[in-house]
């Protein structure tokens, strides 16, 4: 652990490790915050990111058992102003299509309606009509963050009650989660909590954390390693705690099968012992195999921490890593502990990642300098700048100002207030979008012009192929809100 947080420049991070239904390694290493010297301990909160969509499966699963919904009952008949693109995909999405990435909307599609912004969940499932598909309906496995936030607002319509209250009650209280939260405001009082940290413009810096309150249900629940135990355990048991069943063994069963394949990749060559035989999504599980051994896992991640939940059901096994920085720490020591408990060859996990990280990084850099290379860097704007200042709208994230400020145009999203961006000219109709937050991943932006010299439209795409698929700006149309 101490050469894993060195080499993955990790201030911190929490181990836990269940096994028969027992805690066998509960600890914390490195501290909280970087420059300080508190320790990070089994009771360290940690915000666990896209771990909390297996509890929105699981609130869903009782439901379920209290015969108050299906599997396959459809998102229209619990909330009847849903609505989607396409309208028969409106009409035929089922409860297990919302939690099994099959919707037909691309991966991340719709996010930036989240990230940072002043948006409800109510407006945000509204305005999930204008994004357009990016695959026929449950042709294939697209991981997508705003479904789970229309699973969270059937849990609010079937219960009468806000997703926090559902969760908290019936799945914190009975598994004796008292440290675990559904909002970073809501954190406990003890200030036992691990500050986010992430390496920017190539410095390590602490960051806050990202503002998820109002998608709770896809990744906002903070939590310890200590808390998660009593999750883990309970898994592993088909739902069963000391103080009797939470969910059914049979929903148990549901939420481990496997619902929508994904197709199977080749790891990197250092990560080659990593190929699975299957890969699938089940209802907020993520399932493959390896060594013999079905998997039910899931990362998660957030600005400034990771996280990776692996259990091995055969073995009765269950392994969680918190981390406090934006690494792969979290995965190399996981896959470190379960190679121990299977037997297997070992392998340097740290190494092995570390060389990925560096070989993706090293392409990434590549493809900068070629595309930065072969720019018309002789090239100017088609118009005054001033002109291409004003209110562009795009129909699902709203509007972007662009003003021109000291003669350079500065873009401004309405509803995404972290984003204020300088954008400086690159080629032709091209500029660089450069937001002043510098955890926000900078994007070019295109105008295109009508053959008359009026301005038409602008489009935005990520400027770096590292780019976090949150930011979905290739989704977003802007069209020019004429006076």
Do not use: C
């Not at 990790?10 to 501290?31: C, E, I, M, R, W």
């Not at 297996?54 to 459809?74: H, M, R, S």
């Not at 091995?312 to 792969?328: F, Y």
């Not at 602008?458 to 290739?474: E, G, H, T």
Request: glycine share 8%.
């Amino acid at each position: 652990m101490t050469r894993a947080l060195e080499t993955f420049k990790t201030p911190g991070a929490a181990v836990a490790v269940v096994k028969d239904g027992k805690v066998v390694l509960l600890q914390g290493f490195g501290v909280r915050r970087m420059g300080d010297t508190t320790k990070v301990d089994a009771n360290t909160n940690f915000a666990i990111a896209s771990l909390s969509k297996a509890f929105t499966a699981a609130t869903i699963a009782q439901l379920v058992d209290e015969g108050k919904l299906t599997w396959d009952t459809k998102v229209v008949d619990v909330l009847p102003g849903f609505r989607l693109y396409d309208a028969y995909v409106t009409q035929e999405l089922t409860i297990r299509d919302i939690l099994s990435h099959r919707s037909g909307l691309g991966l991340g599609g719709g996010d930036m309606l989240w990230m940072y912004s002043n948006f409800t969940a109510p407006e945000m499932v509204a305005q999930i009509r204008h994004l357009k598909p990016a695959s026929s309906f449950r042709s294939r496995y697209a991981y997508q963050n705003l479904m789970f936030l229309v699973a969270g607002q059937v849990v609010e319509q079937v219960t009468q009650k806000p997703w926090d209250q559902v969760v908290a009650e019936r799945i914190f209280t009975p598994l004796g989660m008292t440290r675990t939260t559904t909002s970073v405001s809501r954190q406990p009082a003890d200030s036992n909590i691990a500050t986010p940290h992430a390496e920017i413009d190539g410095t390590l810096r602490i960051v806050p954390y990202d503002t998820v309150d109002n998608i709770r249900p896809v990744g906002g629940i903070n939590s310890s390693v200590s808390d998660m135990t009593r999750w883990m355990i309970a898994q592993l048991d088909s739902g069963r705690t000391g103080s009797g069943q939470v969910w059914s063994p049979a929903s148990a069963r549901e939420m481990w099968a496997p619902q929508t394949l994904q197709r199977i990749g080749n790891p990197a060559g250092p990560l080659t012992a990593l190929r699975a035989n299957f890969a699938a999504y089940g209802l907020g599980w993520a399932l493959r195999d390896y060594r013999g051994r079905k998997l039910v896992t899931h990362t998660g991640g957030l600005a400034g921490m990771t996280s990776r939940l692996l259990l091995v059901p055969e073995e009765r096994l269950g392994i969680l890593v918190l981390t406090n920085q934006q690494s792969a720490l979290s995965d190399a020591v996981t896959w470190r502990i379960l190679d121990a408990y299977l037997g297997a060859p070992q392998t340097d996990w740290i190494v092995a990642y570390q060389q990925v990280v560096g070989v993706t990084d090293n392409s990434a850099d590549s493809l900068m300098k070629a595309r930065d290379g072969g720019r018309d860097s002789t090239s100017g704007p088609s118009l005054p700048v001033g002109k291409y200042a004003g209110t562009w709208r795009d129909a699902m994230l709203g509007d972007a100002v662009i003003t021109e400020e000291s003669g350079q145009l500065v873009m401004r999203l309405s509803r995404n207030p972290a984003f204020v961006g300088d954008m400086k000219h690159y080629q032709h109709d091209t500029f660089k979008i450069i937001w002043r937050e510098r955890r926000l991943a900078d994007a070019f932006a295109t105008f295109a012009l009508e053959p008359d010299g009026t301005l038409r439209d602008l489009r935005l795409a990520a400027i770096s192929p590292l780019a976090d698929f949150s930011f979905d700006y290739q989704d977003l149309l802007y069209l020019p809100v004429r006076p």
